[in-house]
């Protein structure tokens, strides 16, 4: 909202403090001054010329070169006004300056001739048009004098930043009773002199509500006799200050008064209302009524709109009809002010895509009593500009008076929300001041809250909709006082001892060893698309649709992870093709129906998701290039589950629709799968528009690893003895696993003292039997009390080759 401070100090002549003292009371108060203009600072370097000389320009016929004496020297001005004369005092736009419409005013030459400065305009002033060419100042007017200061524009203006729940202050008016309060100065109060004709206005028009919940109140006057005309410049200037642009006079004053007491007004042409009456009643089904703005709406039956006695004139609260409007003919006004239920305003202000002044206060909940007097003083304000009679009596319509609030307030409350001591004096002084009255302890029935004996009790003023509640007078008493002067301290109360979940614990451990790895993690949105789902094979039946997405991307709650890493990874290909090397992870929920569930909550997974791609490491000078494998992801995986304690898994061999059939595999732990892993298949790299090195990809269920989680490791201390190391090479046949060798070994070894078992070659081709392959394992063995003989070492080894050869038929060629 745009604010006038020489407007507020009218209506609040005790306030005497300056522009910045009284921004900075309003921003303590909770009422934030998001900017501040000077309208001086529209026009500096702008003074008063007095043209000395008019001569013709020698190479346009529409121009002039005048001589231009600012008080100082004179000036070469080339002027295109029509009525610029010898002697004129006008608005003189020395070097430098610029114009409020943003013309920056410089050397120039206009037709060979040089030109110093710009004679203006009202209009290039940003003032409202009076005549076509120079605005003329009065002869007496001294030249050199700015002009800020001949025009009277010493105004201050606030864009202030009003929160939904105080409508109060969306007016000068509200704002000068606010400042009252703030600076401790009486309040300002609505005195209209109203001079009433002698025929009564129920005789020249009806009001009738049909719908009292949501119009429960409505007033209006009739005044006859008037002129439609432009407005004078005072009221053009002072609309124009706070953003309003000047119409007529009548419909400037209804404007004029909205903007200084915040109730929205309506002015209909009376003689265009059939009946000669209104009725507030909701639409019919089918009917239409073209608007203000030049549009044409259909209305819903649950529009509340003011009708004649044939048609809508106008949706309530909104916006008036064009089929009423005030026009130059007009001489009989119907002028409207009423009370408009909030909820209904703005269902129909969202249903129909309006935003109007009126809309804004009413949306918000209009002041139940300024009914009439914003209504008498708007009448007052037509017969100054508009002239004409206005009749005698208010046309009334629906309740007169509003059940008035009370709230009750502790003190001790207080003091325990705010941070510091209030007594019952303060918070009496800072209501009262806001216009609150006290009042005895109300009697008690249901509904009403039990505060104790030292509570205070208020009646709340109409105008303040939002303190409804102990709470909110509370807020008000902090609020007066300034919210810088809460003071800074830590809330009382018990200390409370709080651990950290498993599920945390988790996923701070993942993060942490993912991080070290040079890992990055993303964050992205929780769904998916239709398409993406079926990219990567998930099983859409079991899919959570959204009843109202925001648009395909987002119809589905992701089932995996995986999509939106590789779109991450498409989004950064597609913002640097060269950058190919990327690690990347997510932790977050998935969601999928249980197996023939279609309602209540979904089943919801923390997941694991990782992506890498490129090298295996930065390359340089010292280093080659070479990618990401299996090898990689593997060994990733595995500093993973040695973060949770977690020892040998098996590596099972897992199809899936969006890995390669070669190199998709899951982790199986005790029967548990704990997630899988494996290049991204080709086709669904190259359908997601992928392009480069291979992609690999891993899904892991982190409350599987969490429920696997093994001892904290503990510190084992070096071995005293030396290890005796034995090599095996033999061949076996090529479906056997390697997990099925190692099992074999450490079973054949179970009371020995073999420590470890590595796999260190693979072969097959030639000179390997066909159907076979070649496998070379080492041993280690090693005991902790003592150093092994050969022959003990010897027999464990024994022990394993008959092991292999029973078990898995192995042919062992060298040990």
Same mark, same amino acid.
């Given at each position: ?24 009371r309003?921003t303590a ?55 610029v ?33 710009m ?19 009065? $002869? ?12 009277? /524009? ?13 409508? #109060? ?7 000068a ?15 209209? =002199?109203? =001079? ?34 432009p407005s ?56 239409? %009524? ?9 209305l ?37 002010s ?5 909820a ?58 509003? =059940? ?13 929300? %705010?941070?510091?001591?209030?007594g019952?004096?303060?918070?009496? #002084? ?14 008690? /029935?249901?509904?009403?809250? +039990?505060?104790?004996?030292e ?45 950290k ?32 789902a ?13 009843? +109202? ?15 939106a890493?590789?779109?991450a ?113 080709p ?14 990809? $891993? ?20 071995? =005293? ?17 390697a ?12 009371? #020995? ?6 796999i ?7 000179g ?48």
């Open positions: 909202m745009k604010a006038s401070t020489q407007w507020i100090k009218e209506l609040l002549p005790s306030l005497k403090a300056n522009p910045a003292a009284i921004e900075r309003l108060a909770g009422l934030e001054v998001e900017g501040v203009e000077r309208e001086a600072d529209a026009f500096v370097g702008v003074v008063v010329g007095e043209v000395k000389e008019v001569s013709p320009h020698p190479g346009a016929d529409q121009l002039k070169i005048t001589k231009v004496y600012d008080g100082e020297n004179e000036h070469q001005v080339v002027c295109g006004a029509p009525n004369e010898v002697g004129q005092k006008v608005p003189f736009a020395t070097l430098g300056a610029k114009l409020p419409n943003g013309m920056e005013i410089g050397r120039r030459t206009i037709r060979g001739v040089e030109s110093f400065g004679l203006c305009s009202a209009e290039e002033l940003g003032l409202p048009k009076d005549v076509d060419g120079l605005m003329i100042l009065k $002869a007496n007017t001294k030249p050199g004098k700015p002009i800020a200061e001949v025009l009277g /524009k010493k105004d201050v203006l606030f864009e202030l930043s009003v929160t939904p729940n105080r409508p #109060d202050v969306l007016s000068h008016f509200g704002l009773r606010e400042l009252a309060a703030l600076f401790e100065l009486e309040a300002p109060q609505v005195s209209v =002199k109203l =001079k009433e004709g002698k025929k009564a206005a129920k005789q020249l028009a009806q009001v009738e509500i049909q719908d009292p919940l949501r119009c429960p109140k409505y007033a209006a006057r009739v005044i006859t006799g008037v002129k439609v005309g004078p410049d005072w009221v053009k200037a002072r609309l124009l200050s706070v953003g309003q642009r000047s119409i007529s006079n009548v419909v400037d004053a209804t404007n004029l008064v909205l903007m200084e007491l915040g109730h929205p007004l309506h002015a209909f042409d009376l003689g265009r209302l059939a009946g000669q009456k209104v009725v507030i009643r909701t639409a019919s089904v089918g009917e239409k %009524i073209g608007l203000l703005d030049g549009t044409s709406r259909d819903s039956a649950d529009d509340l709109v003011i009708a004649d006695a044939e048609k809508p004139v106008a949706l309530a609260g909104i916006m008036g009809g064009a089929n009423s409007e005030v026009h130059e003919g007009t001489t009989q006004l119907l002028l409207e009423a009370y408009f239920e909030a209904s305003v703005r269902r129909s202000a969202k249903r129909h895509g309006l935003h109007t002044e009126a809309s804004h206060r009413f949306e918000r909940g209009a002041d139940f009593s300024m009914v009439e007097q914003a209504l008498d003083r708007v009448a007052a304000l037509i017969v100054e500009l508009a002239g004409g009679q206005v009749e005698k009596g208010r046309l009334l319509a629906g309740q007169q008076e509003e =059940k008035p609030k009370i709230v009750g307030v502790r003190p001790e409350r207080a003091t325990a929300l %705010i941070g510091r001591p209030i019952k004096k303060e918070v009496k #002084d800072a209501l009262t001041a806001l216009g609150l009255v006290a009042v005895k302890p109300p009697a008690k /029935k249901k509904g009403t809250p +039990n505060l104790g004996k509570a205070l009790w208020f009646r709340v003023p109409s105008h303040r909709v939002d303190l409804v509640a102990e709470v909110d007078l509370i807020e008000e008493v902090a609020r007066l006082a300034g919210y810088d002067q809460i003071p800074t301290a830590m809330p009382p109360g018990a200390r409370a001892v709080w651990t979940g498993k599920e945390l614990n988790a996923e701070q451990a993942l993060r942490h060893h993912l991080a070290g790895e040079g890992f990055l993690e993303t964050i992205a949105l929780a769904f998916h698309s239709e398409a993406e079926e990219v990567f094979g998930l099983e859409l039946p079991r899919a959570v649709r959204l009843a +109202n997405p925001l648009g395909e991307e987002t119809r589905l709650m992701r089932m995996s992870l995986l999509p890493l590789v779109k990874a498409r989004l950064n290909q597609d913002h640097l093709p060269s950058l190919v090397d990327l690690r990347l992870f997510e932790l977050g929920r998935t969601f999928r129906w249980a197996e023939g569930q279609t309602a209540g909550l979904p089943e919801e997974s923390l997941r694991l998701g990782v992506l890498w791609r490129g090298a295996r490491q930065p390359t340089g000078w010292s280093n080659k290039a070479v990618g990401v494998d299996a090898y990689d992801l593997k060994g990733l995986l595995e500093g993973v589950l040695s973060a949770f304690g977690i020892g040998e898994v098996r590596y099972e061999a897992h199809e899936a629709p969006h890995l390669h059939p070669s190199s998709g595999t899951r982790l199986v732990l005790g029967g548990v799968v704990l997630g899988s892993f494996g290049q991204l298949h086709r669904v790299a190259e359908r997601l528009g992928l392009e480069g090195p291979p992609v690999w990809v $891993a899904d892991l269920e982190v409350s599987a690893l969490e429920k696997a989680r093994g001892a904290r490791p503990q510190f084992q201390p070096l071995a =005293k003895f030396p290890p005796a190391q034995r090599d095996l090479s033999f061949f076996l046949d090529r479906h056997h696993l997990e099925q060798v190692v099992a074999a070994i450490r079973a054949a070894s179970a009371n #020995d003292a073999l420590e470890s078992v590595k260190f070659d693979v072969y097959e081709g030639q390997v039997p066909v159907g076979k392959k070649s496998m070379a394992v080492s041993l280690v063995f090693r005991a902790k009390e003592r150093t092994l003989t050969d022959a003990e070492v010897e027999g464990a080894q024994r022990s394993i080759v008959a092991a292999l050869k029973d078990q898995l038929g192995a042919e062992v060629r060298m040990a």
